[in-house]
Structures are given as C-alpha cells and as structure tokens.
C-alpha cells in the first residue's frame, strides 16, 4: 500500500539526483530509522536528547526512498545530508519545522478517506482502555483502525493515522498530551467526528498548573468543530459545565453510572440498555470506562445487542487492571498513575472481600510538578486509614507518603518500606509475601514496577 496524494502536502523536493519517480508514494512514514521499511518516508525530528537528522543515513540504509528535513539543519551541521541522499538515490524534502509538516501530512493523508468515522478520546485517565474497549465494541459491526498502544501524542497520533485504509470504516485514536496546545494539534490533524473526555484530573497538573487549565486543555479536542460533531462529557464530572459551554456542535452528557454488581477481580455484572453484561474488567473506574466507550459506540450507531457482545469481549490491557493469580494474587496496574488512578486503585483492593493479606506496593507519581508533594500526602492518608497488612514504597516521591505513614501512631499503624533502589524493594517484598495475599502494584510508567511481577511469581 502506498501512501498516494501524500507527495502534494510535502514541500517541494530538494534536487539530490534521486530518481524517485515524481507521482510515487511512500509504504509507510516513520521516526525512527531501527524500523524503517523499504519505501519509508523518514521525518527527521530535532530533539533535547537525540535528533534524527544523525539517522537520516541509516534510514536509507534500510530502504527509505526519503526524508523530511529542517532548512536549518542543511546549512549547519547535517550540510552533508544532500550528498547522503543523492548516495542512496533518495529525496530531500526541506521545512521550517518537521514536527509541524509531519501533522500536516498526516491531515492531508486523512482527507483521503473522507467515508472514515473519526473518533477522538482525550481526558485525564482511563483514555487507552476507554479506546481499547470502544474498539472491542465497534469492530462487532464495522471495521476499525486504532492507534497502537498509547501512541497518542504530537508524533504518535499522526503516525498512527498513516495505518489507515480505504477498508477502514472507524477510526478511533487516544489524544495525549505532553504540553499545553498539544490537543488543539491533535484535533486539527484528526478532525474527529465524534470526541469524548473520559474525566478532568491531577495527571499534568505540573505542567499545566490547575484543573482548571487541564480543562480547558482537554476541552480542545472540540476546537475544530464545525457544527456537526458530536462532544460526549461524563454527566458526574465536577467540569462539566465547563466542558460543555459553546461546544460548536452537538453535546452528550453521558452516565458514569448504572445498576451493577461487584464480582471483584472477576469484573462486574451491570445492567445496560436492557441487557445484563458479564464485564471482566475489575473496578468501578474500569465500569466508568465501559459506560464512556458503550456511550461513543451509541453515537456510531452500533447496536445494543453488538454493544453487550463487545464489552463481553474486552481482554485486560498490560498493566491495567491485569490479573496474575498464583501462590499470591498480583493486580499489576502499574502502565501509570495519578492521584486520582492511585486512589481507585487504593480503594478498589480496599473493598475486595479476600481471605488473605493485603500488600499494597506504591511507586512514586510523576508529572506532577509543585502538586506532587500535596498529592503524595493525600496518597499517604488513604494509604494510613486503608486495609493494608503491608505497605512498600517505591522511588524519591514517595518519602511524602512514608512522613505521613510515621506520623501515625496508632496501634493500627501499618507497617511501611521505603526504598529508592529496585533491587532492595524487590528483596524486602520477595521476603515479607506469603501464600494467599493480594499484591497491587501501581505507579507511574518510569517506575516500572512489573519487573516485581517475575520475582513473586518466582518465589
């Protein structure tokens, strides 16, 4: 498959002696030069730690046809390049700023299916499961692309709409962020259809510095709205006035909530559309997920019957919500966390009737900026009135929730472990575990607490 009409939304072709047929198109587009594929377009990306102008060559070694440059880079350091090209009989395509004219292609790439249902999902948490158990339901009734993982952001979001094709007849693509004005990007190369927002919470908070711009950061996923698309906003969501206000098309407040059962680890029983679905994801947030991602399939015209089929079928993500039972039962929801995630997750093990003990591993929580020590704290109480048998604490943020945990001094005070070395939390957790607990692992991504998961299988 080759990426046909891509060539007009790239700047003209720098002369390299390059044979490139002038109507070709390109077999995929990619960032990084370890996966680039015979007929790859190559976007060369500046960056703090590593520019991909210095890979440009090993890019056409593995069979780029060519490369998106920085004019900038052609008259300084990377002046070599046009040489590398012709070496190799590969095209320069020269810009200001390659970051800006990747989006651009990935919009122009997206014009050529104009048939495509374009579905966004931003929000503070929940938004790759949300996506995950949405595609799960649609692909019932119609075919759906998704992006991959959570390649959701200023370079995975247009990366992963290079996947689409004329068979596709959804696409339902994560929205992240890693700065503010990243969505409102996003969403021009996307031009959703319909977008939702799963919540508004403390993840980013350090760089964003308040709910209140969060919200306004996640309310962009709106920004290109002509009148036509369709907002969904969780109706319980202490923003939701906020997030609906002069929204430039239609507005769903869906429910967060239905009539459900618990069944613990084992997912929940609720009650939707006047059908009774077996849900295997654990937790109350996970329900809320469900009701998010069921909400956007209802706007996509997806039938209640294909609804309950889908949801049936949702399989647990890596660590979210994964389940790994064995002499001692682990809940690995350690891919990242929040304040907001940390505590549901706190609270889910809390309210699970089990016979055994309960140890509740905590990693430190980043990108939380000036909020960090504050939300640490708020961790620590839930972690000091929770039902915990056993407490281990893991990396430097994490000493905000052990000052709180010394503090209580009560005969009920839980026994605590503070360390910021892998290796030492894995040995104290290997010794304390015994046959029969629960053990929750959560914390964010750079903590990588699923590297636990093998010695307490092993033990």
């Given at each position: 498959m080759t990426f046909g009409g891509l060539r007009a939304a790239l700047p003209d072709a720098i002369a390299t002696g390059a044979a490139l047929e002038a109507d070709a198109g390109f077999s995929s587009v990619c960032i990084d030069s370890r996966v680039c594929r015979a007929g790859a377009l190559f976007v060369c990306l500046p960056g703090t730690a590593r520019d991909g102008h210095h890979y440009a060559e090993a890019a056409f070694k593995a069979g780029a046809v060519a490369a998106l440059v920085e004019k900038a880079k052609l008259s300084g350091e990377m002046s070599g390049l046009k040489a590398t090209a012709q070496q190799y009989g590969a095209l320069l395509f020269a810009t200001d700023n390659t970051l800006h004219a990747l989006q651009d292609a990935a919009k122009a790439y997206l014009e050529q299916f104009p048939h495509l249902l374009k579905?966004?999902?931003?929000?503070?948490?929940?938004?790759?499961?949300?996506?995950?158990?949405?595609?799960?339901?649609?692909?019932?009734?119609?075919?759906?692309?998704?992006?991959?993982?959570?390649?959701?952001?200023?370079?995975?979001?247009?990366?992963?709409?290079?996947?689409?094709?004329?068979?596709?007849?959804?696409?339902?693509?994560e929205m992240g962020m890693n700065r503010a004005g990243e969505i409102r990007e996003l969403?021009?190369?996307?031009?959703?259809?319909?977008?939702?927002?799963?919540?508004?919470?403390?993840?980013?908070?350090?760089?964003?510095?308040?709910?209140?711009?969060?919200?306004?950061?996640?309310?962009?996923?709106?920004?290109?709205?002509?009148?036509?698309?369709?907002?969904?906003?969780?109706?319980?969501?202490?923003?939701?006035?906020?997030?609906?206000?002069?929204?430039?098309?239609?507005?769903?407040?869906?429910?967060?909530?239905?009539?459900?059962?618990?069944?613990?680890?084992?997912?929940?029983?609720?009650?939707?559309?006047?059908?009774?679905?077996?849900?295997?994801?654990?937790?109350?947030?996970?329900?809320?997920?469900?009701?998010?991602?069921?909400?956007?399939?209802?706007?996509?015209?997806?039938?209640?019957?294909?609804?309950?089929?889908?949801?049936?079928?949702v399989q647990p993500l890596?660590?979210?919500?994964?389940?790994?039972?064995?002499?001692?039962?682990?809940?690995?929801?350690?891919?990242?966390?929040?304040?907001?995630?940390?505590?549901?997750?706190?609270?889910?093990?809390?309210?699970?009737?089990?016979?055994?003990r309960r140890v509740y591993v905590i990693g430190s929580m980043l990108e939380l900026g000036a909020r960090s020590e504050a939300a640490h704290t708020r961790i620590g109480r839930l972690l000091a009135a929770s039902r915990a048998d056993g407490i281990f604490l893991f990396g430097a943020e994490t000493r905000a929730i052990a000052d709180i945990l010394k503090k209580n001094e009560t005969p009920e005070r839980k026994p605590f472990f503070f360390t910021?070395?892998?290796?030492?939390?894995?040995?104290?957790?290997?010794?304390?575990?015994?046959?029969?607990?629960?053990?929750?692992?959560?914390?964010?991504?750079?903590?990588?607490?699923?590297?636990?998961?093998?010695?307490?299988?092993?033990?």
């Open positions: 579905i966004g999902v931003t929000g503070s948490s929940g938004k790759t499961t949300v996506k995950e158990i949405a595609g799960a339901i649609i692909s019932c009734e119609k075919n759906v692309v998704m992006n991959k993982g959570n390649l959701n952001s200023e370079t995975g979001l247009p990366l992963s709409v290079f996947e689409v094709r004329a068979e596709h007849e959804a696409g339902i693509f969403s021009r190369v996307l031009k959703p259809h319909i977008a939702l927002i799963t919540n508004i919470g403390e993840a980013h908070i350090g760089m964003l510095g308040s709910l209140e711009a969060i919200a306004a950061e996640k309310k962009a996923a709106f920004s290109g709205f002509t009148g036509k698309e369709t907002a969904l906003i969780p109706s319980s969501d202490a923003f939701r006035d906020t997030l609906a206000h002069e929204v430039n098309g239609k507005v769903v407040l869906y429910e967060t909530v239905c009539p459900a059962t618990d069944l613990g680890l084992d997912g929940t029983e609720l009650e939707l559309d006047g059908a009774r679905i077996r849900f295997p994801l654990p937790g109350a947030h996970n329900l809320k997920n469900a009701l998010a991602a069921a909400a956007i399939a209802r706007e996509a015209g997806v039938k209640p019957s294909s609804i309950k089929k889908g949801l049936e079928s890596f660590g979210r919500s994964e389940i790994i039972r064995g002499r001692v039962t682990i809940i690995q929801d350690c891919y990242n966390a929040n304040p907001d995630s940390t505590a549901a997750a706190i609270g889910f093990c809390d309210g699970i009737a089990w016979k055994g910021e070395h892998m290796t030492e939390l894995s040995n104290l957790l290997v010794q304390h575990v015994q046959e029969g607990d629960l053990v929750l692992l959560k914390g964010s991504r750079g903590c990588a607490l699923e590297r636990l998961t093998g010695a307490l299988a092993d033990h």
